[in-house]
């Protein structure tokens, strides 16, 4: 080919997909070739739409900036010059690209430097990149910003943040705390961060952690925390006797602000027997419903077993809804057997969605509740072809059109053909354009054939022109040879073509 240089340029040329490329679209490639094509053909920029020129070069600047593309960033200011800069050195904080943001400082005079780029270092755990944008671009205080490095587990940063730019936070704690950092809580005991200025009275005469700190330790199973949170002692004395439950209170007040019935409550959902075992020794909150409800629909049959036991609060028929709608068949069980709550239809519904055919059976065959349409017609969104046709044969509530309709969205063409030829029920259009939209270009096809009156033409040419082009070209053939003018004429113009035909068509 290097023989032939014309040759080669003619195939470039053709193969060149920059002609329908945005500046955006050429720097979300890393491609250095698609935005000097852009370039070479640009010769319309000076009458574009100033703000639409705008947002593509910000878009542009964004992915550049976030890659620390500096070549790419260079260039775009070149074709450019006069850009504004503001979401660029945000991705750039926010994915600690520290030199990108050192260039700009020193050779944009465009760039909005606010509030945001420091919150994002802090976010991306981006120490050295925060400390430059203190230092360099005076970001505003009170930023909240000590919520994310707690949230991160930067103990480094949260002094950092506490030391030099004075900040305080009321919720940090319940950040640290629900990550198990047991260090940073400590050190921001010790501190007394909450009684700065700007924390609402009410943290602050909690000592630092407000009920959120303990609920979240607790509902993401660090026990080391809560029983420093609680200060707790080893006792054999039950928090409920006199002294004990006074003592525990007092300690507390001077650790932290307690916890809340979500504390047992998201232990339980969580599975973290130890820590609901400390709260239900230690604590005077006790739990809810939702510990019972929140360990049945996550399978935690051992829980579930010691809160019956242990506990008063008891269950709803929630409990056994989501069992069932989760799979966990042994839990189910236990709760017919053990509690009177019993459950809804909710429950057969829901197992049939999930395609938990063992489950569906057993409430058929030991509850009374039964079903709604919702039981087949969430089994044939999800696709669940066995648990469709058990349904259809056992049960006598039916479908609705809108399992047709989802099947097609998921692409479940064994599903439809079932539906189709044991159901009366059919579509509505919402079916075909699913079928688009999700580019299931042989279910489009199907309907095409079998629901022709099922198919609004419009919507299913919007979402084929977005996002198939194959769909688009099928779609052009069959309408083609149908004879469809006006539609034939919309699909033209989505595929830029302008034959003779087109052209009389539109006129």
Request: aromatic share 8%; glycine share 8%.
């Given at each position: 080919?290097?023989?032939?240089?014309?040759?080669?340029?003619?195939?470039?040329a053709?193969?060149?997909?920059?002609?329908?490329?945005?500046?955006?679209?050429?720097a979300?490639?890393?491609?250095?070739?698609?935005?000097?094509?852009?370039?070479?053909?640009?010769?319309?920029?000076?009458?574009?739409?100033?703000?639409?020129?705008?947002?593509?070069?910000?878009?542009?600047?964004?992915?550049?900036?976030?890659?620390?593309?500096?070549?790419?960033?260079?260039?775009?200011?070149?074709?450019?010059p006069?850009?504004?800069?503001?979401?660029?050195?945000?991705?750039?904080?926010?994915?600690?690209?520290?030199?990108?943001?050192?260039?700009?400082?020193?050779?944009?005079d465009?760039v909005?430097?606010?509030?945001?780029?420091?919150?994002?270092?802090?976010?991306?755990?981006?120490?050295?990149?925060?400390?430059?944008?203190?230092?360099?671009?005076?970001?505003?205080t009170?930023?909240?910003?000590?919520?994310?490095?707690?949230?991160n587990?930067?103990?480094?940063?949260?002094?950092?943040?506490?030391?030099?730019?004075?900040?305080?936070?009321?919720?940090?704690?319940?950040?640290?705390?629900?990550g198990?950092?047991?260090?940073?809580?400590?050190?921001?005991?010790?501190?007394?961060?909450?009684?700065?200025?700007?924390?609402?009275?009410?943290?602050?005469?909690?000592?630092?952690?407000?009920?959120?700190?303990?609920?979240?330790?607790?509902?993401?199973?660090?026990?080391?925390?809560?029983?420093?949170?609680?200060?707790?002692?080893?006792?054999?004395?039950?928090?409920?006797?006199s002294?004990?439950?006074?003592?525990?209170?007092?300690?507390?007040?001077?650790?932290?602000?307690?916890c809340?019935?979500?504390?047992m409550d998201?232990?339980a959902?969580?599975?973290?027997?130890?820590?609901?075992?400390?709260?239900?020794?230690?604590?005077?909150?006790?739990?809810?419903?939702?510990?019972?409800?929140?360990?049945a629909?996550?399978?935690?049959?051992?829980?579930?077993?010691?809160?019956?036991?242990?506990?008063?609060?008891?269950?709803?028929?929630?409990?056994?809804?989501?069992?069932?709608?989760?799979?966990?068949?042994?839990?189910?069980?236990?709760l017919?057997?053990?509690?009177?709550?019993?459950?809804?239809?909710?429950?057969?519904?829901?197992?049939?969605?999930?395609?938990?055919?063992?489950?569906?059976?057993?409430?058929?065959?030991?509850?009374?509740?039964?079903?709604?349409?919702?039981?087949?017609?969430?089994a044939?969104?999800?696709?669940?072809?066995?648990?469709?046709?058990?349904?259809?044969?056992?049960?006598?509530?039916g479908?609705?059109?809108?399992?047709?309709?989802?099947?097609?969205?998921?692409?479940?063409?064994?599903?439809?053909?079932?539906?189709?030829?044991?159901?009366?029920?059919?579509?509505?259009?919402?079916?075909?354009?699913?079928?688009?939209r999700?580019?299931?270009?042989?279910?489009?096809?199907?309907?095409?054939?079998?629901?022709?009156?099922?198919?609004?033409?419009?919507?299913?040419?919007?979402?084929?022109?977005?996002?198939?082009?194959?769909?688009?070209d099928w779609?052009?053939?069959?309408?083609?040879?149908?004879?469809?003018?006006?539609?034939?004429?919309?699909?033209?113009?989505?595929?830029?073509?302008?034959?003779?035909?087109?052209?009389?068509?539109?006129?």
């Open positions: 080919m290097c023989a032939f240089p014309h040759v080669w340029e003619a195939i470039e053709f193969l060149d997909c920059s002609p329908s490329c945005t500046l955006t679209q050429a979300a490639f890393g491609s250095m070739r698609l935005l000097r094509g852009i370039s070479a053909r640009s010769e319309g920029m000076g009458t574009m739409d100033a703000f639409y020129k705008q947002a593509q070069f910000s878009g542009a600047m964004q992915h550049a900036a976030a890659r620390g593309d500096l070549e790419m960033i260079q260039w775009l200011l070149n074709f450019q006069g850009g504004l800069v503001t979401r660029a050195v945000e991705q750039a904080a926010r994915n600690g690209q520290l030199q990108v943001l050192r260039w700009l400082k020193e050779h944009h465009h909005f430097w606010g509030a945001n780029e420091l919150r994002y270092a802090v976010e991306g755990d981006h120490a050295e990149v925060a400390r430059w944008l203190h230092e360099n671009t005076r970001p505003p009170k930023l909240r910003a000590m919520n994310l490095a707690a949230a587990g930067n103990l480094e940063l949260v002094q950092w943040l506490h030391e030099v730019r004075h900040e305080a936070s009321s919720s940090a704690a319940a950040k640290a705390a629900k198990g950092y047991l260090d940073m809580l400590k050190w921001m005991d010790k501190h007394s961060l909450c009684k700065h200025q700007g924390v609402p009275v009410e943290d602050a005469a909690a000592g630092g952690c407000t009920t959120r700190a303990m609920d979240e330790a607790a509902a993401n199973g660090h026990l080391h925390t809560v029983m420093w949170l609680n200060k707790y002692r080893p006792t054999s004395e039950h928090p409920r006797s002294a004990s439950s006074s003592g525990s209170r007092s300690s507390s007040r001077r650790r932290g602000g307690g809340t019935t979500n504390a998201g232990a959902r969580g599975n973290y027997l130890d820590v609901v075992k400390i709260l239900h020794k230690h604590r005077e909150e006790g739990c809810t419903e939702r510990a019972m409800d929140g360990a629909a996550a399978g935690h049959l051992a829980m579930l077993k010691w809160l019956h036991e242990h506990r008063s609060e008891g269950c709803t028929v929630a409990a056994m809804d989501e069992a069932a709608a989760n799979g966990h068949i042994e839990v189910v069980k236990w017919h057997n053990n509690r009177i709550e019993g459950c809804t239809v909710r429950a057969m519904d829901g197992a049939a969605a999930g395609g938990h055919l063992r489950i569906v059976k057993w409430l058929h065959t030991n509850r009374s509740e039964g079903c709604t349409v919702a039981a087949m017609d969430g044939a969104a999800h696709g669940k072809l066995d648990t469709l046709k058990w349904l259809h044969k056992n049960r006598s509530e479908c609705t059109t809108a399992a047709m309709d989802m099947a097609a969205a998921g692409g479940y063409f064994e599903v439809l053909l079932f539906l189709h030829t044991k159901r009366s029920e059919g579509c509505t259009m919402d079916a075909a354009v699913n079928a688009s999700y580019e299931h270009v042989e279910i489009l096809q199907w309907f095409f054939r079998f629901y022709p009156r099922m198919i609004h033409r419009e919507k299913v040419i919007v979402f084929a022109k977005r996002y198939n082009y194959y769909l688009m779609l052009h053939r069959n309408y083609q040879a149908s004879g469809e003018r006006t539609v034939l004429a919309e699909i033209n113009s989505s595929f830029y073509l302008t034959p003779p035909e087109t052209e009389e068509l539109t006129t």
